[in-house]
């Protein structure tokens, strides 16, 4: 499966779909087919170990815990903010491809990025992939069919034993969140301030169970807190990991944008249906 592609884009073709808050950040909530063969034990970046201790301690109510977001965010490199048609002629969008072969294939803003973003690798992963999209926003559009405070990376199960909890998946944000569960590093570029993702830049501590079918209760308990936010600033790369909260909003004005992460992760992605081709697609609340 393609983990690059490259497009002709302007904003006639930009492709858009209804918001309906729904959707995953960067992935689906469907539940997935049985492969064939079962597939290797994840590594404990990825293990639901607190999945696994509720269903051996036969616990009838999943437990809360007190969930401490570290919310590491940290701005490691600024770039000169592109022009709109350098963004719009970029040409080629990531999706789970491998560092280097991202860096081989991008076009020129999007190398200029990686070639600023490599320095700040920690290096201690198996796998360094880059995610990118180049989005042509109408004031209102969003870049993803959620705005939900989240964090990227979680560990999520599901098969048989999620169904026994009634749901098709279950986020573990026990697992995620144990300090003793080695997590993704992430690096994250915007070229633009009008669709600037928004981070947390303290910890916060929310009472939350320890395995969640999605992120609504979450992002509630965050907006309760209602900590400080930070917009991430135009052309620059911040570095981030899965305990830091985040969430996309909607566009204040018309525009292009480059948005690009790179994830170190020992978690290995083989893409097995094709995403690519509505990846860049904006959302427009009705
Ligand atoms: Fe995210």
């Known amino acids: 499966m393609n983990t690059h592609g490259h497009r002709t884009r302007d904003v006639a073709t930009q492709k858009v779909a209804e918001f309906t808050g729904e959707g995953a950040y960067h992935g689906s ?40 977001f570290g919310n590491l965010y940290a701005v490691r490199a600024r770039l000169a903010v592109p022009a709109p048609e350098a963004i719009r002629d970029d040409g080629v969008t990531f999706c789970w491809c491998p560092f280097a072969v991202a860096a081989r294939e991008a076009g020129p803003l999007t190398r200029a990025v990686l070639a600023a973003a ?15 999209k180049i989005q042509h926003f109408e004031r209102g559009d969003l870049p993803v069919d959620s705005r939900l405070w989240h964090v990227d990376g979680s560990i999520v199960a599901r098969g048989e034993r999620v169904a026994r909890l009634g749901h098709a ?31 947390l830049d303290a910890p916060l501590t929310l009472r939350l169970p320890e395995l969640v079918p999605d992120f609504d209760l979450l992002d509630a308990r965050v907006r309760e807190a ?18 830091s909260l985040h969430r996309a909003v909607p566009a204040t004005a018309a525009g292009w944008r480059l948005w690009l992460r790179v994830v170190e992760t ?20 009705r």
Do not use: K, N
């Open 118 to 132: 490599a320095p700040h690798l920690v290096g201690d992963r198996r796998f360094v992939y880059v995610d990118s």
């Open 169 to 199: 998946l279950v986020h573990d944000m026990a697992a995620r969140l144990d300090p003793a569960t080695p997590s993704p590093r992430y690096l994250a570029y915007q070229s633009s301030s009008h669709c600037a993702t928004e981070f």
């Open 226 to 243: 209602a900590p400080t936010a930070v917009a991430q600033p135009a052309g620059t790369i911040v570095a981030f990991d899965g305990a």
């Open 29 to 68: 909530t469907r539940a997935r087919r049985s492969p064939a063969v079962a597939p290797p034990p994840p590594p404990p970046e990825m293990s639901p170990r607190s999945l696994d201790r509720h269903l051996a301690e036969g616990r009838a109510a999943v437990a809360d815990f007190d969930a401490r």
């Open 266 to 285: 020992d978690r290995e992605v083989v893409l097995d249906h094709a995403i690519l081709d509505c990846y860049d697609t904006v959302f427009r609340p």
